[in-house]
T-cell receptor, first 112, second 113 residues
Framework: EDQVTQSPEALRLQEGESSSLNCSYTVSGLRGLFWYRQDPGKGPEFLFTLYSAGEEKEKERLKATLTKKESFLHITAPKPEDSATYLCAVQGRSGNTGKLIFGQGTTLQVKP | DAGVIQSPRHEVTEMGQEVTLRCKPISGHDYLFWYRQTMMRGLELLIYFNNNVPIDDSGMPEDRFSAKMPNASFSTLKIQPSEPRDSAVYFC???????????FGSGTRLTVV
């Protein structure tokens, strides 16, 4: 069964204090790993897709990396507007391949 | 594009009543997904459609839940009868074959009292 575990559940940072969020996964053949951002009262917003180990994607202060067992979302010099819940999801190659399995998310709070 | 449109945004209903949630996917997208989000269980996939055909409904909690997609631009999720434990935020999302990730709607917050 495909599974996604995110850690930590919650993270508090001071503005400018860099850190990383972890996403560990088990899947029968990875088709893609996805990162989303969710603000309170809104739907998840797509950030990145990673397809193979060693791949990296960047967007502003965020960088996502992928290994065969986990993905990291690195946040460099975060700002208060980066505060949100970050969700990781995997899409497998076996069975019904259209669906994404989500982790529980990491709630990030960045204080000024 | 207006994105994925869900209605209503909020729904408060009494236990035992029928509830219908609505979704309009992005034009041209051939996949549509219904998810439920709670604090305890996170985002759970309920059912998804490809080209209007249900592909996987293994996440539908029980027979009280049903979903339809009569055409490419509209889907409904119905709960009959509703129960307090159905209280959650229900999201609809759509994507297209070969695309990267889903686009989610803003969700419907359902409260059953």
């Amino acid at each position: 069964e495909d599974q996604v575990t995110q850690s930590p559940e919650a993270l508090r940072l001071q503005e400018g204090e860099s850190s990383s969020l972890n996403c560990s996964y088990t899947v029968s053949g990875l088709r893609g790993l996805f990162w989303y951002r969710q603000d309170p009262g809104k739907g998840p917003e797509f950030l990145f897709t990673l397809y193979s180990a060693g791949e990296e994607k960047e967007k502003e202060r965020l960088k996502a990396t992928l290994t065969k067992k986990e993905s990291f979302l690195h946040i460099t010099a975060p700002k208060p507007e980066d505060s949100a819940t970050y969700l990781c999801a995997v899409q497998g190659r076996s069975g019904n391949t259209g669906k994404l399995i989500f982790g529980q998310g990491t709630t990030l709070q960045v204080k000024p | 594009d207006a994105g994925v449109i869900q209605s209503p945004r909020h729904e408060v209903t009494e236990m035992g009543q029928e509830v219908t949630l609505r979704c309009k996917p992005i034009s041209g997208h051939d996949y549509l997904f219904w998810y439920r989000q709670t604090m305890m269980r996170g985002l759970e996939l309920l059912i998804y459609f490809n080209n209007n055909v249900p592909i996987d409904d293994s996440g539908m909690p029980e027979d009280r839940f049903s979903a339809k997609m009569p055409n490419a631009s509209f889907s409904t999720l119905k709960i009959q009868p509703s129960e307090p434990r159905d209280s959650a935020v229900y999201f609809c999302a759509s994507s297209f074959t070969g695309g990267h990730g889903y686009t989610f709607g803003s969700g419907t917050r359902l409260t059953v009292v």
